[in-house]
C-alpha cells in the first residue's frame, strides 16, 4: 500500500503521547501533567492560545453524525436547513443512534453526502483552527447508514455512498486542519477501532477506544479482556504500524473497585499496547494517588508485549515497565533484564525494588502482582555510594568491616590514629544553635578486607574545646589555631570562640579536662595503643575519666 493510501504522516508530538486531557481541566492540573493536548476543551480563543503556551494543542468536540433540531448547533440552526437532514426510507428525518439509549430528543442525523451541510461543517471547522485549535475531536464516526434524500427528491448527494462521502469530509476536514497547523491533527471517535471503515483510516491520526475496560453503564469493569482490549493493537497493526494513534477512554469510578486499581488496571492495559490513556472521571485530577499517571512518561517500548507462564503481561519501556496480571490469581513477575538502573519505583505501592544483579548486564527483578490489577514501575538512579553489578561485592564487604572508635564519654576533636592515619572524633556545628549531632565524639574507618589494625590514643589528656561562637566564625577555625588553643587555659578565649567542655561544647569548661583510662569493646586494656582484628563492624571504646 502506498504511503497515499496510507494518509499523511502523524504528527511526532501524537505519536509520543502517553496520556491526555479531557474537558475543561483545572489550569494546575493542565501544568502538572506530561500532555501534550487536551480533548473537548472550551472552543475560545483565550484557551486554546493558553494551552498552546503550556506546549499543548487543545481539539473541541465535533460531529458530522448528528444535530438538534431546535438550536443552533455548529454554527447552524438545523431548522432552516432541514434539507441537509439524513432520510430514512419513509421519507422521515432519520432520528440519531441515541435517541432513546442517552435520552437524545430531537436530534437527527445530519447527511454528510449535501453539499451544503458540508461547508457549513468546513467553516465552523475554518473558526476553531482560527481560535487556536490544534484539530478537532470528531465524535460519532459510524460506518455510515443509508440515506434516502435524494431518491425521494428532498436533497442531492455528492458520493455514491454515505460512507464514500462521510471518508471525503474527514480528509477534506483534515486538510484544512493541517493548512491551519502542519502539526494538527484529526481525532476520532468510532468508540471500536477495530470496526472503524478501512475507507476512514487514511483520513485519521487518532482513533478512540471509548468506555475502554471500565464504562458508566457497568458496576464491572466489561469485556474480556483478551478479547476485547488486549491485542487491539495487533489487529490494528496496518494502521498503527504506519504511526496512527490509539486514545483508550476509560470512565472510571463506576466499578466497586478503588479508584485507583481501576486506574492502573486501564493505564498499564492501555500502555501495553503503547496506546494513548484518559481515566474519563475528573475526580482523578485531585487525587494523587492517581494523578500521578497523568504527570509520568514511561517513554517509547523497548520490548514487545510479553506473557508469563502465569498469564502476567508485562512490557519494557524506555523509562520503565508496565505490567498487568488479568488473571483471578496473584502472581509473581520475575523478569531478566539489562535494567539501565539499579532499582526500580513500583508507584502503585510506594516502594523501591532492587535490581539482584546476574552479571555485568542483565539483573532479575521480582516483583508481586495480584489478581486483576495492573502496575507500573519507573527506572530509578541507585543511591548507594558504589553501585552496578561488578562493584557490589566490594562495596558490601567495604561496609562490613568498619571500625568506629568511640569516646566514653563523647569528646569532640579527641584525635586517634589508625594504622598511622590520623582519626578526630565529630565535634557539632553550628545550624540556627550548636547541634552535637549524632556522631559526637566518634570516629569511624572502613577496610576493604579483614584484618588486624594498630590504634593509638593520641589525647592522653583531654582538655578545652575550641567552639566557634557562630557558623561563620567556624570558617576561620584552621589547623594551627586549633593547635595554639591546646596549651590555653579555660577562660583564657583567642580571638575567636570559646573554650568549652569536650563533653559538651555548648557549656564552658569548668573542670580540668579529660585523661585516657583505657579500652573496651572489641579490646580491652589501658596502653594508650592496641592491636585489632576487624573482621565486620567493630566497636571500640576509649574511655576517659575527669581529671
Ligand atoms: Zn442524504
Redesign the pocket.
Known amino acids: 500500500m502506498s504511503v497515499n493510501e496510507l494518509g499523511l504522516t502523524v504528527p511526532a508530538w501524537l505519536t509520543t503521547s502517553e496520556t491526555y486531557g479531557f474537558g475543561s481541566v483545572p489550569w494546575r492540573h493542565l501544568a502538572a501533567s506530561k500532555w501534550r493536548f487536551v480533548t473537548h476543551t472550551p472552543y475560545n480563543r483565550e484557551y486554546l492560545t493558553a494551552l498552546r503556551s503550556l506546549g499543548m494543542r487543545g481539539f473541541p468536540y465535533m460531529t458530522f453524525y448528528q444535530t438538534w433540531i431546535a438550536q443552533p448547533h455548529q454554527g447552524v440552526r438545523m431548522s432552516e436547513h432541514t434539507d441537509?437532514?439524513?432520510?430514512d426510507e419513509h421519507g422521515h428525518w432519520k432520528r440519531t443512534g441515541f435517541w432513546d439509549s442517552e435520552d437524545a430528543k430531537n436530534m437527527y442525523c445530519t447527511?454528510?453526502?449535501?453539499a451544503g451541510y458540508r461547508e457549513s461543517l468546513l467553516a465552523y471547522l475554518r473558526q476553531i483552527m482560527e481560535n487556536g485549535a490544534g484539530g478537532i475531536f470528531l465524535d460519532n464516526v459510524h460506518p455510515g447508514s443509508q440515506?434516502?434524500?435524494?431518491k425521494l427528491g428532498?436533497?442531492r448527494?455528492l458520493y455514491p455512498t454515505?460512507q464514500e462521502?462521510f471518508a471525503s469530509l474527514m480528509k477534506e476536514a483534515q486538510a484544512l486542519i493541517r493548512r491551519y497547523d502542519p502539526e494538527g491533527a484529526l481525532l476520532v471517535n468510532s468508540a471500536d477501532p477495530v470496526t472503524l471503515p478501512e475507507l476512514y483510516w487514511p483520513w485519521v491520526d487518532c482513533e478512540m477506544s471509548e468506555s475502554y475496560i471500565c464504562t458508566w453503564v457497568s458496576t464491572e469493569r466489561w469485556g474480556d479482556w483478551h478479547a476485547q482490549w488486549n491485542g487491539m493493537d495487533k489487529k490494528l497493526a496496518r494502521w498503527l504500524n504506519v504511526g496512527k494513534q490509539i486514545c483508550c477512554l476509560s470512565y472510571v469510578g463506576w466499578t466497586s473497585n478503588p479508584l485507583k486499581d481501576d486506574c492502573y488496571f486501564c493505564y498499564a492495559s492501555a500502555r501495553l499496547m503503547n496506546m494513548i490513556w484518559q481515566a474519563g472521571n475528573a475526580k482523578v485530577y485531585d487525587d494523587p494517588e492517581c494523578a500521578i499517571l497523568y504527570r509520568i512518561e514511561t517513554g517509547l517500548p523497548a520490548t514487545e508485549e510479553i506473557v508469563t507462564s502465569d498469564g502476567v503481561h508485562y512490557r519494557i519501556f524506555r523509562n520503565g515497565m508496565v505490567a498487568v496480571n488479568p488473571t483471578d490469581s496473584a502472581a509473581t513477575l520475575e523478569v531478566s533484564h539489562g535494567w539501565p538502573t539499579s532499582q526500580l519505583d513500583d508507584l502503585y505501592e510506594h516502594e523501591t525494588l532492587k535490581v539482584n544483579w546476574l552479571d555485568g548486564k542483565t539483573g532479575a527483578v521480582r516483583v508481586h502482582i495480584p489478581a486483576q490489577s495492573g502496575r507500573v514501575f519507573l527506572f530509578e538512579p541507585g543511591t548507594d555510594d558504589l553501585v552496578g553489578p561488578t562493584l557490589l561485592a566490594d562495596a558490601r564487604n567495604s561496609r562490613q568491616c568498619t571500625l568506629t572508635i568511640e569516646t566514653q564519654p563523647a569528646l569532640g576533636k579527641t584525635r586517634f590514629l589508625v594504622d598511622g592515619i590520623p582519626l578526630w572524633t565529630y565535634s557539632g556545628r553550628w545550624t540556627v544553635r550548636y547541634e552535637m549531632g549524632s556522631n559526637y565524639g566518634k570516629c569511624s574507618i572502613t577496610f576493604d578486607e579483614p584484618g588486624t589494625h594498630r590504634v593509638e590514643a593520641l589525647d592522653l589528656e583531654k582538655k578545652a574545646l575550641l567552639v566557634s561562637t557562630s557558623y561563620e566564625e567556624g570558617y576561620r577555625i584552621d589547623e594551627q589555631l586549633e593547635a595554639e588553643s591546646a596549651n590555653l587555659q579555660p577562660g583564657e578565649s583567642p580571638r575567636l570562640g570559646r573554650l568549652m567542655d569536650p563533653s559538651n561544647p555548648t557549656k564552658f569548661l569548668d573542670g580540668a579536662g579529660y585523661a585516657f583510662a583505657g579500652w573496651e569493646g572489641a579490646v580491652t586494656g589501658n596502653e594508650p595503643a592496641v592491636e585489632i582484628r576487624v573482621d565486620g563492624p567493630a566497636i571500640l571504646v576509649a574511655k576517659y575519666r575527669e581529671l
Open positions: 441537509w437532514l439524513e432520510i447527511c454528510s453526502n449535501t440515506c434516502y434524500g435524494e428532498i436533497h448527494h454515505q462521502a
